[in-house]
């Protein structure tokens, strides 16, 4: 059975740093691209940011760049997210996914369709 386990989630103040893990098993992912996307309540599920098989390029959406990063360990076929200045507009619920295909050389890596098996989530709360 294919499984994602996101952790690392949780509450912390305005200004502080999670990261988040998101580990595979039942198969390997070392040759696609992986995704995190995020939801907020009341809201749809957005992009974050994505990372090519080789971790050689990585993408974010304008509302985390600077702040996150996400990167990725092949050998233990896991995804990290960093993330750092944290903001109550933050808080979610975060999601990792697998890419359809090794690399992204356009927008479409945002694209929920283009990801296939996803994570249950883990709630990030930014709050004073």
């Known amino acids: 059975q294919v499984q994602l386990v996101e952790s690392g989630g949780g509450l912390v103040q305005p200004g502080g740093s999670l990261r988040l893990s998101c580990a595979a098993s039942g198969r390997t992912f070392r040759s696609v691209a992986r995704g995190w996307f995020r939801q907020a309540p009341g809201k749809e599920r957005e992009f974050v940011a994505a990372?090519?098989?080789?971790?050689?390029?990585?993408y974010y959406a304008d509302s985390v760049k600077g702040r996150f990063t996400i990167s990725r360990d092949n050998a233990n076929d896991t995804v990290y997210l960093q993330m750092n200045s944290l903001k109550p507009e933050d808080t979610a619920v975060y999601y990792c996914?697998?890419?359809?295909?090794?690399?992204?050389?356009?927008?479409?890596?945002?694209?929920?369709?283009?990801?296939?098996?996803w994570g249950q989530g883990t709630q990030v709360t930014v709050s004073s």
């Open positions: 990372i090519n098989w080789s971790a050689r390029s990585t």
């Open positions: 996914a697998v890419g359809r295909r090794p690399s992204y050389s356009s927008g479409i890596y945002s694209e929920e369709n283009e990801y296939t098996n």
